[in-house]
């Protein structure tokens, strides 16, 4: 069973949420909340949802929303967001015995939230429990320390490893997505390659022979080395948001690999898609601290935690303007795909009788903490990347984020039209 395949509507919604410990995933929470407020003549929004990439505290809901759908939503605010996760964690820097944790890798190990995770909220379920479910697809992100790039949890990157997703824990892929490096230990990942007889994608060596492939292209053919036992018997794993704290690059990625006018979508999404809307929810806080006004600091773990923030914004930015031009080009290339079919290929892909090929529109939402209203934006970017947040402050991330949701100008269009 792989992932979800052909998961696109006439109307179809993807989302991409950020990290920031709860104070994202309260964040993405209330956007889901503000998508079922929105009626549509058949139900709410949370139908069109297809698509669903996260990183770090984001994947906490993705994954939930993946495995349990609009169910789960009424009780996801009190059995997890207000669950005390820190209560097993180590966190005090005063303590001798978790400095000498640091130096080995990390304050905590996996088993600190990780066993927390799947037994209070996946209840251990693992990818094929995931994959049982149409839609979404869900694509949670952690960032492979050694080479330096995304990893998704997707079936196409575990047969490198030759391994099975489907025996991988959720609760596992989360832990990885959210292990701030410091205060968690890398999560590990083995790599089979004793194991393996399905040939790499032919695409690597090509990679490797083109000279002016992209610097992105490159970066993904080093996981080639996972079937090189003399280089890779274990991956680590660390917070996806250290390389891509939205979990677009994998998206580009994915077109360019693939190299189709519709990538990464089926032909015959590229065929039944009227309308498809992405919603970027960036859940990062705007700068914070008093160390501007001083000669000195910041210092210590306060200045690796600043300068890891750093990079990890400046990414972020050119992460999103790229993939705002990608989704242009995207829109351009899937109609002139379209506009050159069969009327026989038409109706093989499922298209229906009145289908017009240029009647296709993407739409591109930005929700970010510093383009809402002023009293929540000033509440929630008080509010610290945590494990564990008082009841109010949860409060304010989600209704926050549900009224920014419901104010975006492009949900209010994509709403619009596809009610015509």
Request: charged fraction near 25%.
């Amino acid at each position: 069973m792989d992932a979800p395949q052909d998961i696109l509507g006439e109307n179809t919604i993807a989302l991409s949420f950020s990290g920031g410990g709860l104070r994202a995933a309260a964040f993405a929470h209330g956007v889901l909340r503000a998508l079922k407020e929105t009626k549509t003549p058949t139900g709410d929004l949370l139908d069109d949802i297809g698509f669903i990439s996260s990183v770090s505290g984001g994947s906490l809901v993705a994954a939930h929303f993946g495995l349990h759908g609009r169910e789960g939503l009424d009780g996801f605010r009190e059995n997890v967001l207000l669950r005390d996760f820190e209560a097993d964690m180590r966190l005090s820097l005063g303590n001798p015995s978790n400095l000498l944790r640091i130096f080995g890798g990390g304050l905590n190990a996996r088993e600190e939230f990780g066993d927390s995770l799947d037994k209070h909220v996946f209840h251990g379920a693992t990818f094929a429990d995931l994959y049982k479910h149409r839609k979404p697809d869900v694509r949670i992100h952690a960032t492979d320390l050694y080479n330096r790039i995304p990893f998704p949890f997707i079936p196409r990157v575990f047969s490198i490893l030759c391994s099975d997703i489907r025996s991988y824990s959720v609760a596992d892929a989360v832990v990885a997505s959210m292990a701030v490096p410091v205060v968690f230990a890398p999560v590990v990942v083995r790599a089979y390659p004793e194991n393996c007889n399905e040939p790499l994608p032919a695409l690597f060596q090509k990679i490797r022979d083109d000279p002016d492939a992209s610097r992105v292209l490159k970066a993904a053919e080093h996981m080639s080395s996972y079937r090189d036992p003399t280089k890779v018997k274990y991956l680590k794993l660390v917070d996806g948001g250290v390389t891509d704290n939205f979990g677009l690059g994998t998206i580009a990625v994915s077109r360019a690999i693939m190299n189709t006018p519709y990538a990464p979508m089926t032909e015959r999404d590229a065929v039944k898609v009227r309308r498809l809307l992405f919603i970027v929810v960036d859940a990062s806080r705007g700068p914070s601290g008093d160390w501007t006004m001083q000669e000195y600091g910041p210092g210590g773990v306060d200045l690796a935690v600043i300068a890891g923030d750093a990079a990890t914004d400046a990414s972020s930015r050119f992460a999103a303007d790229a993939f705002g031009q990608m989704v242009r080009d995207w829109q351009e290339s899937l109609v002139s795909f379209r506009c050159g079919l069969k009327a026989e290929d038409v109706a093989r892909l499922g298209g229906p009788k009145d289908w017009q090929c240029a009647d296709v529109r993407f739409y591109l939402a930005f929700l970010s903490i510093d383009r809402l209203d002023p009293a929540y934006r000033s509440k929630i970017e008080a509010i610290p990347t945590r494990l564990t947040l008082p009841v109010e402050q949860i409060d304010d991330a989600i209704e926050g984020a549900r009224r920014g949701t419901l104010a975006l100008p492009r949900l209010r269009q994509y709403v619009f039209e596809r009610m015509k």
